[in-house]
């Protein structure tokens, strides 16, 4: 399988604590996608950063590479129960329309 | 807002019953994609298609078949339903545009069950 992996598979938080979580892909990536999914509905997008980016952010998401280890992290500050859902990632490689997505990290966030 | 509109939210079929799955983008995107989600596994790519009447095999493509007539339509068929093709199947579309480095815009799946 070419799947990724997400790390830990579940995690349970307070309200206001951090909630980390890591990837393990397996190509050479163009870029990693992380994306956000509720109970019940799609994949919603949340962040992108390519290949020859180490760190980005967006709002309360905070996003690492390093490709030389092939992983990614997820850290969202300040958690509140409405993030409450499944995180994955995605890894795509150059020259394709292709995503391989991993298996998910289920994050619960407790008031 | 991007709007993936999938037909059915739930559905129950037969074994050996010919399955429609139909998804409906309204952004104009060329890329659209159908995955199945099962516990587990994450989400697995089933078919995908960058243009009208073009479609190219995913990871998992036996069993099923696509169609793509009309832009903003990508359909996904099971020939002949089998038990295990039980799953939740999410469509997504997005730009071809900078090729993968476009986010995808998802539905909100059809949960299907093959009785």
């Known amino acids: 399988s070419q799947q990724g992996e997400e790390d830990p598979q579940a995690l349970s938080i307070q309200e206001g604590e951090n909630a980390t979580m890591n990837c393990s892909y397996k190509?050479?990536?163009?870029?990693l996608q992380w994306y956000r999914q509720n109970s019940g509905r799609g994949l919603v997008h949340l962040i992108l950063i390519r290949s020859n980016e180490r760190e980005k952010h967006s709002g309360r998401l905070r996003v690492t590479l390093d490709t030389s280890k092939k992983s990614s992290s997820l850290l969202i500050t300040a958690s509140r129960a409405a993030d409450t859902a499944s995180y994955f990632c995605?890894?795509?490689?150059?020259?394709?329309?292709?995503?391989?997505f991993g298996t998910g990290t289920r994050l619960k966030v407790l008031a | 807002d991007v709007k993936v509109t999938q037909s059915s939210r739930y559905l129950v079929k037969r074994t050996g019953e010919k399955v429609f799955l139909e998804c409906v983008q309204d952004m104009d995107h060329e890329n659209m994609f159908w995955y199945r989600q099962d516990p587990g596994l994450g989400l697995r790519l089933i078919y995908f298609s960058y243009d009208v009447k073009m479609k190219e095999k995913g990871d998992i493509p036996e069993g099923y078949s696509v169609s793509r007539e009309k832009k903003e339509r990508f359909s996904l068929i099971l020939e002949s339903a089998s038990t295990n093709q039980t799953s939740m199947y999410l469509c997504?579309?997005?730009?071809?545009?900078?090729?993968?480095?476009?986010?995808?815009?998802f539905g909100d799946g059809t949960r299907l069950s093959i009785l």
């Open positions: 997504a579309s997005s730009l071809l545009g900078g090729g993968s480095n476009q986010p995808q815009h």
């Open positions: 190509t050479s990536i163009n870029n």
């Open positions: 995605a890894e795509s490689g150059a020259g394709t329309y292709k995503y391989i």
